[in-house]
Every structure is written in C-alpha cells, then in structure tokens.
C-alpha cells in the first residue's frame, strides 16, 4: 500500500541544522512532485516547497527561502528536507506530501504522518 | 505570493445547522482551489478540489464554488462528525498557500 513516511524530526537549537526524511513506497515515486508543508503547534498550515518529478524544479515559501533545501533520490524513493539556520518559530509537525505529475485535478495524492521539529535552547 | 484569507475564523453551530465558509485569494487563481478538513492530531483531509469537485467518498452534504478570487464551502446539514478545522488552498500557482483556516465549534 501507498505510504509516506517522514522521520528524523526532533530537538534542535536555534542557528542548528536538522535534515528531515520523506521515504515513499506503494507507488511510482519519480513520477510525482512532492511538497513539504508544516504546522506549528495549534497553529495553520503552511506550504514550504516544491520539488518536480526530476528534483531540476524546486520552490520555497518566503519564509524558509535561503534557509531549507529541498532534494530528492528517485533511486532511494527519498525526499528531504534540509533545514539550517532553525529559528524557533520553525517549530511544527513536518509533512510531506506527493501528487502525481499530470494525473487528475487534486492538489495532492497522498499525505505523511508527520515529523516533529522543536527548535529550542 | 498569493494570499489566502479565511472567514470567518471560528464559527459556531448546531448539528443540523447550514454553514458557509469563506475564502478569499488576493488574485485570481481561477479555480484551482481545494478545501480539507482537519480534526486534531490528524492528516489534513482533502473535500473538495477544483473549486467545486467533491473528492470521492466524501458525503455529498459538502460542496464548493467560486471562481477567481472568491470561494465558499457549504455544509448543507451538520454531523457531528463535522466538527473540525477547515482549509482553503490555492495552487494555482507553485507557492500551494493555505487560508489560516476556519474552526467549526458546536454552539
């Protein structure tokens, strides 16, 4: 079956550096676009980026632009998110998302369960 | 980047009750708007896409319209398990922005 799994959310200080995972299986990975979207505690949700099928396309919201990298291994059926410079208001559950390319009218197939990220001193 | 702005940002209702919420996108983005609903601790879950298509399984007391700039969700008749959090987002452009969302709360 169809499964999205973030992982390695978890503690960090301010000015660190974590990299979140997003593993893919139960479908044909390098044919979807994937996005990364968070929400911080009792808060909204808020688009971070985009990364095309082939990882050459990628965009990011204001405000983690400069800070995160997003990329992915099409071989490993792996996204990630690289996060440097954390602030504490990049506090949130982490999640990934996938849609495949060209197929249907929805904004997104498939979600993840989420990853939690605490940035702290 | 486009902006999406929700209204109201709480409403509270009786099982039963028609509800309407609103969404407002600081440009036009056609109709390449979709609602979800959220309950705590869980994955947002998609309703409605394209403005007005009903995702598959979802009851049909759910649905949507608008075009460009102004957007609405109806709920015809409440369930209880209606009481939930729910999102606007716009992608028609690659920033996919959420609107900050609408709580639904028994009255």
């Known amino acids: 079956q169809v499964q999205l799994v973030e992982s390695g959310g978890g503690l960090a200080k301010p000015g660190g550096s974590l990299r979140l995972s997003c593993a893919a299986s139960g479908f044909s990975f390098s044919e979807y676009y994937m996005t990364w979207i968070r929400q911080a505690p009792n808060k909204g949700l808020e688009w971070l980026s985009y990364?095309?099928?082939?990882?050459?396309?990628?965009y990011y919201s204001d405000s983690v632009k400069g800070r995160f990298t997003v990329s992915r291994d099409n071989h490993r059926n792996l996204l990630y998110l690289q996060m440097d410079a954390l602030r504490v208001d990049d506090t949130a559950m982490y999640y990934c998302?996938?849609?495949?390319?060209?197929?249907?009218?929805?904004?997104?197939?498939?979600w993840g369960q989420g990853t939690l990220v605490t940035v702290s001193s | 980047d486009i902006q999406m702005t929700q209204s109201p940002s709480t409403l509270s209702a009786s099982a039963g009750d028609r509800v309407i919420i609103s969404c407002r996108a600081s440009q036009s983005i056609s109709d390449w708007l979709a609602w979800y609903q959220q309950k705590p601790g869980k994955v947002p879950k998609l309703l409605i896409y394209?403005?007005?298509t009903l995702k598959d399984g979802v009851p049909s007391r759910f649905s949507g319209s608008g075009s460009g700039t102004e957007f609405t969700l109806t709920i015809s008749s409440l369930q209880p398990d209606d009481f939930a959090t729910y999102y606007c987002q716009q992608y028609y452009t690659y920033s996919y922005s959420f609107g900050q969302g609408t709580k639904l709360e028994i009255k």
């Open positions: 394209k403005a007005s």
């Open positions: 990364i095309g099928e082939t990882g050459t396309i990628t």
């Open positions: 998302a996938a849609k495949e390319a060209g197929a249907g009218a929805e904004p997104v197939d498939y």
